[in-house]
């Protein structure tokens, strides 16, 4: 996967705009509508888990411009995110107005960011595969989850179309 060869990538704005419109034919927010649809469908199976609970307290690491958030929020989860890329963070708290913090993943501090130090479910959707040093981001989800936490994550296939893209240059 890329996380093994790849040298740092900078997670800015041409990364949601130009970069993804190559690989997927729009843009990060043009297909925003249809990636908070995957994330209904997601939270909905969070929410089978955690049946008995009445609020659910969710953190999406790298939640870039927010769908996933979107979809929690839509299914009465307290949406929380964090992701390294300023502009998507900005979009998140001021047009999305979730609370959301601009901070590398595992250095995050939820208690300063959120005032809360353990999340009932931790989600990272095609994220974890940008990840150098896994130990250190598992341990830290570990230590932000709940007991009968929940961590969903979701990472491409290295025989899917990100994979033949990220090869062909």
């Not at 969070?46 to 929690?72: E, V």
């Amino acid at each position: 996967m890329s996380f093994t060869s790849e040298e740092d990538k900078k997670y800015e704005k041409s990364y949601f705009f130009e970069d993804y419109k190559k690989q997927y034919g729009k843009t990060y927010t043009e297909d925003f509508d249809s990636i908070k649809n995957q994330c209904l469908k997601r939270i909905e199976n969070i929410k089978l888990l955690h049946q008995n609970k009445s609020s659910i307290n969710y953190l999406d690491i790298g939640c870039a411009y927010g769908p996933s958030l979107a979809a929690a929020a839509e299914k009465k989860l307290n949406p929380f995110g964090t992701d390294i890329a300023e502009d998507a963070v900005a979009y998140v708290k001021n047009t999305l107005h979730y609370p959301a913090s601009c901070s590398a993943f595992p250095d995050l501090d939820s208690e300063k960011e959120f005032g809360i130090s353990q999340f009932d479910c931790i989600s990272m959707w095609y994220v974890i595969e940008h990840f150098k040093n896994l130990d250190a981001v598992l341990s830290k989800v570990s230590s932000l989850l709940k007991k009968n936490g929940i961590f969903a994550f979701s990472t491409p296939s290295g025989e899917g179309i990100s994979a033949k893209s990220d090869c062909d240059h």
